[in-house]
């Protein structure tokens, strides 16, 4: 009986922790609506203003442990929230992951042709340094030569 009860709680604390670390993170479907919603900001409101709230690490763009980032289809970095300093260099072109994958050209290759999906590659969570498996949604803006982007880390939980 005791073995039982001690058995039913760590099965109930290890689902509530693994609903709270759920929570936590973000899902595709939500990354699919930011990016709508922030190449909607863009037709609305204009690039400085969509460039000023995507690049806002408290801004509506970052939620849970995501984010939107912006880049225009010459693979310029236009905005992001928690490396700004992407925004810096000409182009992100020649940037690969630890797999020495080439991220950001397959970013820019998604939105010129069919104009939406969703890349595999390592990227650091937020804060961090090391890097984990991420599945990032490419969007490309219309009527602009122009994409978002959002992902989610897959696997593991946050360190």
């Not at 080439?102 to 340094?129: C, D, I, Q, S």
């Amino acid at each position: 009986m005791k073995k039982s009860f001690f058995l039913l709680l760590g099965l109930i604390v290890g689902l509530i922790a693994a609903n709270a670390w759920a929570e936590g993170s973000a899902t595709k479907d939500e990354c699919v609506i930011k990016c709508h919603e922030a190449a909607a900001m863009i037709n609305s409101k204009g690039l400085e203003a969509a460039i000023k709230a995507i690049g806002d690490p408290k801004g509506p763009f970052v939620w849970k442990d995501s984010y939107v980032f912006l880049m225009n289809l010459d693979g310029k970095m236009l905005a992001h929230p928690f490396h700004p300093e992407l925004t810096h260099q000409e182009h992100v072109l020649l940037m690969t992951d630890p797999t020495d994958k080439a991220l950001f050209v397959h970013f820019v290759n998604l939105a010129r042709t069919a104009g939406h999906g969703w890349v595999e590659y390592m990227w650091p969570r937020p804060g961090k340094t090391t890097p984990s498996k991420k599945l990032s949604y490419i969007y490309r803006v219309p009527k602009h030569d122009l994409f978002v982007g959002a992902g989610v880390y897959v696997g593991g939980m946050i360190y």
